[in-house]
């Protein structure tokens, strides 16, 4: 009675062979197509998704060039750089350590890109605007050498909060530039609207 019964199993294995019945396939093939049969599209629904997808692509291309037609050419400034050179691929960054790091670096990249996009460039501000472009530059390149320092040194928690740290204050110095220019648009409709009367 002191069998093992890994043993015994095993050889039950070994005695029993499953065999499959000639021609199961062909009537499982039958049944499944009787039970769900495979109806083509419409031409019609295909001809129609197609236009509906030309028409999105179509709208995505116009907003895309029309919010880039406002800011003059020479004064696009990158703050925030999508490097795609080998170099960089072979090297970690700040969304590369976690998913949640990953979702932070998005949130900020994106609203710093958003209201970079949202700058109206002119004469009368560029003072004001190089002041600050220049500041964000020098964030750029302190982000840059943090993630140097990153792939260098290794995770760290001091080098992943001065990453974050570094985005946040580009944010919040672009949030403050807005402001800036905002409050200058409306003294200086302020002073238009004080001349007329």
């Known amino acids: 009675m002191a069998q093992d019964l890994r043993e015994l ?22 049944k499944l197509e009787v ?14 998704s197609i236009a509906a997808s030309v028409v999105v692509i179509v709208g995505l291309g116009l907003y895309f060039f029309s919010s880039t037609d406002h800011v003059g050419t020479n004064s696009n400034p990158t ?13 970690i960054s700040l969304g590369d350590l976690s998913p949640d ?12 890109n958003l209201e970079l996009s949202d700058l ?29 320092e990153l792939n260098e040194i290794g995770p760290n928690d001091q080098t992943i ?16 530039l807005k402001t800036k220019l905002n409050q200058l ?4 409709n302020e002073q238009k609207s004080s001349n007329i009367v």
Do not use: C
């Not at 294995?13 to 039958?30: A, D, Y």
């Not at 909060?161 to 403050?176: E, G, H, I, P």
């Open 9 to 30: 199993f095993e050889k039950e294995r070994e005695q029993i062979t499953h065999k499959i019945k000639s021609g199961h396939e062909n009537r499982f093939l039958s």
């Open 35 to 48: 039970e769900m049969p495979t109806e083509k599209k419409s031409s019609s629904l295909m001809w129609l």
């Open 79 to 91: 703050v925030v750089e999508n490097n795609t050179s080998k170099e960089v691929q072979e090297t």
């Open 101 to 112: 790091l990953k979702k932070i670096e998005s949130y900020y990249v994106t609203n710093i």
């Open 120 to 148: 109206e460039f002119t004469g009368d501000n560029k003072v004001i605007i190089d002041g600050y472009m220049e500041r964000l530059g020098e964030l750029d390149k302190e982000y840059n050498r943090l993630n140097i």
């Open 161 to 176: 909060t001065a990453l974050v740290k570094n985005l946040q204050l580009r944010l919040q110095l672009l949030q403050k």
């Open 185 to 188: 648009k409306s003294s200086k």
